[in-house]
């Protein structure tokens, strides 16, 4: 998704697709189980978009705290009903992904992974930023770095810098 809003923003279409692109131009990349490809909407982007590419890898991203931080999930957006027990004591858990012990009895608890295990993965779909949309990332303050969106969180989507302006 970063490689696609980085190409639409320098005024390349492309879009995010599945499997194979019957012969278009692509950059593949792995997420989740399946291979996904930037597809472009013309051949006549290709060089554009393998140069806008390679510049966006060869850019060191910057990320303020650890990586484990940053993909945790806000499970305070969650039906409270979706609160897991502990697996010890069977004491509600709270909606807090930083937990790592429970309040009640202190046995280790992952409380993301208790609710994956109960209602499925779908059930954290909330709980991530999502990637903007076209007409979103047109009305965003861009990156005094790269020129990507700055999320609500205050770091850009594309090279994870966080934004310092006042």
Known sequence: MSAREYLVQNGVPAEVVGGNSDGAMSWGMGRGGGIYEVVLG??????????LLEQWASEPMELEGELDDLAEPDLSVLDPELAPDCPECQSSLPLDASLQACPACGSAVDVAALIVET????????CYDAAPSISELASVEPCGACGGPIGERGVC??????????
Not at 119 to 126: I, K, R, T, Y
């Open 42 to 51: 013309a051949k006549s982007d290709a060089e554009l978009a393998n140069y």
């Open 119 to 126: 209602h499925g993965p779908e059930a954290l779909h909330d």
């Open 157 to 166: 989507a594309w090279c994870g810098r966080r934004d310092r302006r006042p």
